[in-house]
């Protein structure tokens, strides 16, 4: 009599485990596909902060460097002796379009710190205030510190590039 129920309780049991396994082996399988999909938002998140980091530099460092080629066409004309109506008129649209950057250079400024943080910020308030005093100083204004400013920048933005590939 004891034999008869052997079978039945072998058979539950078999089943039993095997229901077991099937329900352990699909939350395996949907929390590993969770941690992949979890992978791949991050790795889509970094790419696009990079690629926004990327579109912003290039930004940021053409405003730059058409600020100080406006400065220096401006100061040109203000050194000339005579100046006629038209140097006159020519020199206050380089005055507004060397507003209109100043001010792009400005809305930079909260991007950088937002997108890239403080390292990145004080290097950007380096090149800034450096284009600052040589706008202020006119024909007295010196190119170089502008020029190694605006390096420091760029290398900075590069490294920040690069360490964002790596991450």
Do not use: N
Not at 22 to 50: I, K, N, Y
């Amino acid at each position: 009599m004891a034999w008869e129920w052997l079978s039945p309780v072998t058979t539950g049991a078999v089943g039993l485990a095997g229901i077991f396994g099937s329900v352990w082996t699909a939350a395996s399988a949907r929390r590993s596909q969770e941690r992949v999909l979890g992978h791949q938002l991050d790795s889509e998140a970094r790419r696009q902060l990079r690629m926004d980091k990327q579109a912003l530099y290039i930004k940021t460092l053409d405003v730059f460097t058409s600020a100080v080629e406006l400065s220096i066409r401006r100061t040109s004309l203000e050194g000339e002796a005579e100046q006629s109506s038209e140097k006159r008129t020519e020199i206050l649209e380089l005055q507004d379009k060397q507003l209109s950057h100043f001010m792009a250079i400005g809305r930079f400024r909260s991007e950088i710190a937002l997108l890239a943080g403080s390292a990145m910020s004080a290097e950007y308030s380096k090149a800034v205030d450096a284009i600052g005093e040589f706008t202020r100083q006119g024909q007295k204004g010196d190119v170089k510190q502008v020029t190694l400013a605006l390096a420091g920048l760029t290398i900075a933005m590069h490294k920040d590039l690069r360490h964002g590939l790596a991450s």
